[in-house]
């Protein structure tokens, strides 16, 4: 069975630009998790799905950040006129309930020139 | 947000040496987990311990959980070269539509 993929596996953009990140996650589980990493650190929060639904935004860091679910399935974080504070590892996961053991994709490596 | 706070922050010893890794945390929670990483890309579940137990095993590993102390041990005996990677600790809050929250991880490295 598939696991959690991730897209793109790499991304380099300008400045500025607008990136849009996608999460596949595995066939009917119900929470998705968005994480950020920045070279050798931990895993920062940003937004958890349970459903279609976000019970917890509370980490995207500001407005020009969003995320969405659709179909209780694929999820898009979108990153709006990004900065170079934004380079890091973008990590999604995926859980059959909203408290138990996470699945990981291997993450998309975002670098803003 | 981060919760928990691993300690120490890295580790190296020899193969055949036992690795404690520590984990504290500030909330009342469901459960604690316990993942490895390699190379930092995806992460790997190792072990979930619930708030109403105090210890379990995997193989080689072996978790506990002190909730008055709010805080919680990764054992990994007899190290392998391979167990080389960064371990972290997430727990989840005891509130429902809480996410998975995780520390800042220990790195360790063990070698030959």
């Known amino acids: 069975g598939a696991g959690v993929s991730q897209s793109p596996s790499n991304k380099v953009t300008e400045k500025g630009k607008d990136v849009e990140l996608r999460c596949d996650p595995i066939?009917?589980?119900?929470?998705l998790y968005w994480y950020r990493q920045s070279l050798g650190q931990g895993l920062e929060f940003l937004i958890y799905?349970?459903?279609?639904?976000?019970?917890?935004k509370s980490g995207l860091p500001s407005d020009r950040f969003s995320a969405e679910r659709t179909g209780g399935s694929v999820s898009t974080l979108t990153i709006q006129r990004t900065q170079q504070e934004d380079s890091a590892v973008y990590l999604c996961?995926?859980?059959?309930?909203?408290?138990?053991?996470?699945?990981f994709g291997q993450g998309t490596r975002l670098t803003v020139v | 947000s981060q919760q928990g706070e691993e300690d120490p922050q890295a580790l190296s010893i020899q193969e055949g040496e036992n690795a404690t890794m520590n984990c504290s945390y500030k909330?009342?929670?469901?459960?604690l987990q316990w993942y490895r990483q390699n190379s930092g890309r995806g992460l790997v579940h190792l072990i979930l311990?619930?708030?109403?137990?105090r210890e379990k095993h995997s193989g080689r590993l072996r978790v506990t959980l002190d909730t008055s102390k709010k805080s919680s041990s990764l054992l990994i005996t007899a190290s392998r070269a391979a167990d080389t990677a960064s371990y972290f600790c997430?727990?989840?809050?005891?509130?429902?539509?809480?996410?998975?929250?995780f520390g800042k991880g220990t790195t360790l490295s063990v070698s030959s």
């Open positions: 996961a995926s859980s059959p309930q909203g408290q138990g053991k996470a699945f």
């Open positions: 066939s009917g589980h119900t929470a």
């Open positions: 799905f349970q459903g279609n639904s976000a019970p917890d």
């Open positions: 909330t009342s929670i469901n459960n």
């Open positions: 311990i619930r708030s109403n137990e």
């Open positions: 997430a727990t989840v809050d005891d509130q429902a539509g809480t996410a998975l929250i």
